[in-house]
């Protein structure tokens, strides 16, 4: 059974920093594209940042510069590392993967930019 759990949001001033984790079990992080979504009151689901097999990276325009997608093979994590965080930042973050033709989400770590 795959499960995603997702933590580290939070209340954040703008401009602080946050590391939200997402935690996997039933498939292995280095054999998956891993996502990081985010989901604002209002909006559609945003595409935030991406890490695939090989560690190749991709960001939404929004996030460039400022987030940093990463993972650790030995506890089966990807991480995302968020700095210099604005209110517009604002929103539930999850995690995907798509794992043999089925897509799986976590439930969600919400971070709240004040401002």
């Known amino acids: 059974q795959v499960q995603l759990v997702e933590s580290g949001g939070g209340l954040v001033q703008a401009g602080g920093s946050l590391r939200l984790s997402c935690a996997a079990s039933g498939i292995t992080v280095s054999s998956a594209t891993m996502t990081w979504y985010r989901q604002a009151p209002g909006k559609q689901r945003e595409l935030v940042a991406v890490?695939?097999?090989?560690?190749?990276?991709n960001y939404a325009d929004s996030v460039k510069g400022r987030f940093t997608i990463s993972r650790d093979n030995a506890k089966n994590t990807v991480y995302l590392q968020m700095s210099s965080l604005k209110p517009e930042d604002t929103g539930v973050y999850l995690c995907?993967?798509?794992?043999?033709?089925?897509?799986?989400w976590g439930q969600g770590t919400q971070v709240t930019v004040s401002s």
């Open positions: 890490i695939t097999v090989g560690r190749s990276t």
């Open positions: 995907y993967a798509r794992v043999l033709g089925f897509d799986r």
